[in-house]
Structure formats: structure tokens, C-alpha cells
């Protein structure tokens, strides 16, 4: 694809190797070979816009501690310890070193650790190997790998109808006299 080739001595008249054209816009090729032995400089291809970026992952580490309301935007990997309450639009990953002690509202939980509390997540909830939930989880996709322990209710997808309701019970006879 490229090709090395250092530059000519002064006084030097060998013609350098030409290079093969490359796509993208401008004049159409043609059959006669560039002059590189020009000492005039070729403009810097512009650099294609860049994709918008990727949603940042916040991080908090074994070394963290928190208590209380924590809400975050996007995602969060979390391998310290919370204890409190855990809001968001985002995803949350639960790391192998992570202890929560909390109830979670998210769009997607990934369970490495231990949680002690329930889940609430409108997207899905993974639990993997080494996962320990004590709670109760809602939502739409579960998956459980091999080793992960769930000590809880799980409510998994919704329902295309309501659910009907149970027959009224008859009330009793009096005995008759």
C-alpha cells in the first residue's frame, strides 16, 4: 500500500518511483505519471469530520465509598461501594469487587458483584458468574450465567394484555334453621 523512498541528492536527476493514485475527490486520473521531483508542496488532504463521540463511562473505583441519592447520566461502572439509592436513564455495570446496598432504577444492570436490594432496570438485567442478588428484580430481558445467585422475585418482560382478574368468591349460605 505504501511505498519508502527517501529523498533525491541535490544534482541527482534519477527520476523517483511514482506512486500509485489514490480514490477520493478531486480531478480524475490520468495516465501520465506525477512529477515528484517538483519542488513545490502538495496541499494537506482535508481530515474526514469524526463521528460524534461515544458516551463517556464514569468510573468509580474499589476505592470509593458512597451514601445516599446517586444519579448519573450515560454509564457507570461501579466496583466500590454504594449504599442508598441509584437512579438513571443509563446502564450501570456492577463490578466483581463492587458491594451495593441499594435500590435500582436504570435502563440496563450488569451484575458482576453483590447487590443487596432490588432492581428496576426498563431495558435488561445480566447477571454473571460470580453476580449475588439479594432482591427483587423487574424488567424486560433477565439472563443468569452458571454461578450467579438470584434470592428474589424476578418479573421479567410485560405482558401483551392485562392480566384477568380472579373470580369473585360466592359469599356462604346461612344454615338454615
Given amino acids: 500500500m505504501f511505498q519508502k523512498f527517501s529523498g533525491q541528492k541535490p544534482g541527482d536527476n534519477t527520476p523517483l518511483p511514482s506512486l500509485p493514485p489514490t480514490p477520493g475527490p478531486g480531478p480524475a486520473p490520468t495516465d501520465a505519471a506525477p512529477n515528484f521531483t ?46 442508598g439509592e441509584i437512579t438513571s436513564d443509563g446502564n450501570l455495570t456492577v463490578g466483581e469487587n463492587a458491594r451495593i446496598k441499594s435500590e435500582i432504577r436504570t435502563s440496563c444492570v450488569i451484575v458482576h458483584g453483590k447487590v443487596h436490594g ?9 447477571l454473571k458468574a460470580g453476580a449475588e442478588v439479594v432482591g427483587d428484580i423487574k ?39
Fill in 38 to 83: 517538483s519542488a513545490v508542496a502538495q496541499p494537506a488532504p482535508v481530515a474526514a469530520p469524526r463521528p460524534a463521540a461515544a458516551p463517556t463511562r464514569n468510573v468509580l473505583s474499589t476505592d470509593v465509598e458512597v451514601k445516599g441519592t446517586l444519579k448519573f447520566t450515560n454509564d457507570l461502572i461501579v466496583d466500590g461501594r454504594i449504599e
Fill in 139 to 177: 424488567t424486560k430481558i433477565l439472563s443468569m450465567e452458571p454461578g450467579a445467585i438470584l434470592i428474589g422475585k424476578a418479573t421479567v418482560g410485560t405482558p401483551t394484555t392485562a392480566p384477568a382478574s380472579a373470580p369473585a368468591a360466592k359469599p356462604a349460605e346461612a344454615p338454615k334453621a
Fill in 118 to 126: 432490588n432492581i428496576t432496570a426498563t431495558n435488561r438485567v445480566d
